[in-house]
């Protein structure tokens, strides 16, 4: 039986300088999908595959997503007396304080490092890291389809897509030695390579399960492409003893990470709003027309 994965990691600790100025004051992962905020938009994926614990590796000027996981006394107490039930329910919905934990990556030294910042909250269990940038719509979470597989393989997961060849040196790539059209075997893994060395065009989204074992690599603080200390490295460092798979989810992926990804995942979710779809449909046509 595979160890039970409880605990996720979320790593929040970049600059956002995409969606500047937007983000000079506001944490990137604080911009609203419709009028959800990205990183509890990761939160309730992770909840919904089981997760019971959260660390948030934040920094500097990130603190408003801890008030975000607060009640807001004020707010509450004027919604109260409105008698604005389904505002206040709203929220009020944040995991409970044994949940969720934050701790600074004091440095920006790479995704690998963020990670390596969670090592004591992890301790010796598999757990999962969410990058909230990558949106997944579906009907059934990603996380929690990783979860499914996690059941049947053990090990390492990614959740992979393919990419266009010439965007290889935005991802993870996966070097793959079986695949079933679902889950891929893989027998490496490299950062960012160029189109032209990429071992394949199946890359990493912002989806893992992770053995504890990648510490061992993280550790060592070795820096990897674009000088950063890269999970992929340390995944990599673990293939000779931990099996590495990739699942190709089920849903769409939105890189909300960009504006244009960003924008397309405000239509796509606003689409699946019973409350709203038709209103953005009449809005879109009228734009397009
Ligand atoms: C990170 C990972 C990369 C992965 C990507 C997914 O890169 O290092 O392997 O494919 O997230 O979004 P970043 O986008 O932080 O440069």
Not at 94 to 105: C, D, G, K, N, V
Not at 113 to 138: I, N, Q, R, S, T
Request: one cysteine or more; aromatic letters at 6%.
């Amino acid at each position: 039986m595979n160890k039970p994965v409880r605990k996720a990691v979320l790593p929040v600790a970049g600059l956002g300088t995409r969606f500047l100025p937007a983000t000079k004051c506001m944490p990137k992962e604080m911009l609203p999908v419709v009028d959800k905020p990205l990183i509890q938009y990761a939160i309730e994926e992770a909840e919904a595959a089981g997760i019971e614990k959260f660390i948030l590796i934040t920094g500097r000027g990130k603190n408003l997503m801890e008030d975000h996981f607060d009640h807001a006394f004020e707010l509450e107490r004027i919604l109260e007396k409105r008698g604005k039930k389904a505002e206040l329910e709203l929220v009020q919905q944040f995991p409970e304080p044994s949940m969720i934990q934050y701790t600074r990556q004091q440095q920006a030294l790479g995704l690998g490092h963020a990670v390596w910042c969670a090592k004591d909250f992890v301790h010796d269990e598999p757990f999962a890291v969410l990058l909230p940038d990558d949106m997944v719509l579906a009907e059934k979470g990603c996380l929690a389809q990783m979860m499914d597989a996690y059941n049947e393989v053990g090990g390492n997961i990614v959740a992979v897509t393919e990419v266009p060849r010439e965007q290889t040196n935005r991802y993870g790539i996966l070097d793959i030695e079986s695949d079933d059209g679902k889950l891929a075997k893989a027998t490496g893994l490299v950062e960012k390579p160029d189109p032209a060395d990429a071992p394949s065009t199946l890359s990493i989204i912002g989806r893992y399960i992770l053995q504890p074992d990648v510490f061992e690599h993280l550790d060592k603080q070795i820096a990897g492409a674009g000088g950063e200390i890269q999970l992929t490295d340390a995944i990599a460092a673990t293939l000779d003893r931990v099996p590495f798979h990739g699942l190709r989810y089920e849903g769409t992926r939105y890189d909300c990470g960009s504006k244009s990804g960003f924008i397309a995942a405000n239509v796509a979710y606003a689409l699946e709003r019973p409350d709203m779809a038709d209103d953005v449909r009449a809005a879109l046509k009228d734009i397009l027309d």
